[in-house]
């Protein structure tokens, strides 16, 4: 996963801390996107950590969280049942509109999927929903413990073993998921909806999937995965998945929803223009050259809201890009085998007494560190080679050069 992952808590339905995780690529955020797992499975499933690391690779951020009484979040599940289910994700919900941003894409594993078609109703902002493997109707669950029910509903509650994992399942559980219509919810959903089934699903039958496109109103899509099995634990199948997620839900998201790009950016040619977008404390959006369009701001931690990089991370990418850019050409010109050049940079502050070869004695000063990272079938002396000429990238030279900026107020 090309991005970072941290630990979340926040209350869920019934008061308990859930447990989530939140993945989010290390660049620009296009969008966020809530998971629900499967029926007793745990937000680290790999069809969720998996379909997760795909969807930041897109640049698209995931917050994944154990239902209560699941996995490490708190509370008991014999308590809980499929309407409980809807309340945590919209607690999710609740908790990402507060601290990060809303969710635009529910996206739902098994019963996790009939869950996130009843909460994007009331989740005013999502728009775009995603079933994986999901049953038709709520009530489809109950086979996986068929044998249990009438003792359960003779007792008022039973304990049963489920995936070689004890549960104990209440009578509310059952009266809970027999009223539910989950077709009502569909013919006023009102967001496009995507529904991914396998063929061969010999847990959730292929009819269910047909069942929730038809009771759907349009723009709608079904997607077949083939042999896929209904945890999707081949990778394949996952990564499928969540690169089919990003294509289409760009186009009913869209990647101005989170960075602002709706404002008008004047254009010059060999340059580069910044400009406020409005959107938050430090959000920038930036035209380079009339071509391209870049995105700056400041870190949640300091007052912005992290739509872009901060000017010192351009700066860091500006440099190692350069650098990367000499390696290659140096490389090819001397036709060596470089199979890739990765720089690794950092920025600090430091005190200029720590800096041995620094001209300022007093106060702080600039440090880069930079790592030169080469592979390919190259002699000792040829990456020495190539590990000095990165230091001769022009925009190296320039940051170590005496710069000369004319600043003019129009």
Known sequence: MTGSSEKITFPGALGDPLAARLDKPSGEIKAYALFAHCFTCTKDIFAASRIADGLVAHGIAALRFDFT???????????????SNVGDLVAAADYMRDNLAAPKILIGHSLGGAAVLVAAGKIDEVEAVCTIGAPSDPGHVANNFKDDISRIEAEGEADITLVGRPFKIKKQFLDDIRGQRLTDELGHLGKALLVFHSPVDNVVGIENAQEIYLAAKHPKSFVSLDDADHLLSKRADAIYCANVIAAWADRYIGTEVQTG???????????VVVQETGKGKFGNVISVGGRHIVHADEPVSVGGNDTGPSPYDLLLAALGACKSMTLRMYAERKNWPLDQARITLRHEKIHAEDCDNCHSKTGYVDRVNTEVHITGDLSDEQRQRLFEIADRCPVHQTLTHEVNIVSTLK
């Open 69 to 83: 009484g699941l996995g490490a979040s708190e509370g008991e599940f014999a308590n809980t049942n499929f309407s």
């Open 261 to 271: 790009t709706d404002d008008e950016v004047p254009s010059i040619e060999n340059g």
